[in-house]
T-cell receptor, first 110, second 116 residues
Framework: GESVGLHLPTLSVQEGDNSIINCAYS??????FIWYKQESGKGPQFIID?????DKRQGQRVTVLLNKTVKHLSLQIAATQPGDSAVYFC?????????FGAGTRLTVKP | GAVVSQHPSRVICKSGTSVKIECRSL??????MFWYRQFPKQSLMLMAT?????????EQGVEKDKFLINHASLTLSTLTVTSAHPEDSSFYIC????????????FGSGTRLTVV
């Protein structure tokens, strides 16, 4: 069936560097995408979203890029900080459901 | 912003008993609520989708008689794990979609269920 997946299960970066987390999706009907951050024992925390009619969206220190041609989504975190260490999930869907990818653990080294 | 309150945050129960988890949308009406389950080091897996006033739609492989979902009002949905077993131990998370907001999803803080 259709699924959402990630290229890299773990990512380790140096504090201050930029991080890029990737996600592949296969449901071409999805028109809404979200990146979530999850810390241990907590629920998902919204980071940024993007609709399918956009290619790029920027937030504070974060940028999401959407490439519908290859069904690829990425999250860029600028100047990564220790507090960014967490598991990051992409989620895809529409107005009636939201499904999650496998997750990438980001570790920030001091 | 929209807030979803989920209770309890942690619960330990004996095998064979039932546990109820509540998910409330505060200050907004949730047409649809979603229930997810997350095992350690895994992603959130959608269990079921519930619309206010109607029966929940369960994902393939999720036993509807074991995981009872009630969505009796626009602000409250409950998940009852019946006859719980140790393999039901997991992190359960709800999400509410705001009726008047396109793509308006808000997640609860999750419930850690441990069945002993």
């Amino acid at each position: 069936g259709e699924s959402v997946g990630l290229h890299l299960p773990t990512l380790s970066v140096q504090e201050g560097d930029n991080s890029i987390i990737n996600c592949a999706y296969s449901n071409s009907a999805s028109d809404y995408f979200i990146w979530y951050k999850q810390e241990s024992g907590k629920g998902p925390q919204f980071i940024i979203d993007i609709r399918s009619n956009m290619d790029k969206r920027q937030g504070q220190r974060v940028t999401v890029l959407l490439n519908k041609t290859v069904k690829h989504l990425s999250l860029q975190i600028a100047a990564t900080q220790p507090g960014d260490s967490a598991v990051y999930f992409c989620a895809e869907g529409g107005n009636n459901d939201m499904r999650f990818g496998a997750g990438t653990r980001l570790t920030v080294k001091p | 912003g929209a807030v979803v309150s989920q209770h309890p945050s942690r619960v330990i129960c004996k095998s064979g008993t039932s546990v109820k988890i509540e998910c409330r949308s505060l200050d907004f009406q949730a047409t649809t609520m979603f229930w997810y389950r997350q095992f350690p080091k895994q992603s959130l897996m959608l269990m079921a989708t519930s619309n206010e006033g109607s029966k929940a739609t369960y994902e393939q492989g999720v036993e509807k008689d074991k995981f009872l979902i009630n969505h009796a009002s626009l602000t409250l949905s409950t998940l009852t794990v019946t006859s719980a077993h140790p393999e039901d131990s997991s992190f359960y998370i709800c999400s509410a979609r705001e009726r008047t907001v396109l793509y308006g999803y808000t997640f609860g803080s999750g419930t850690r269920l441990t069945v002993v």
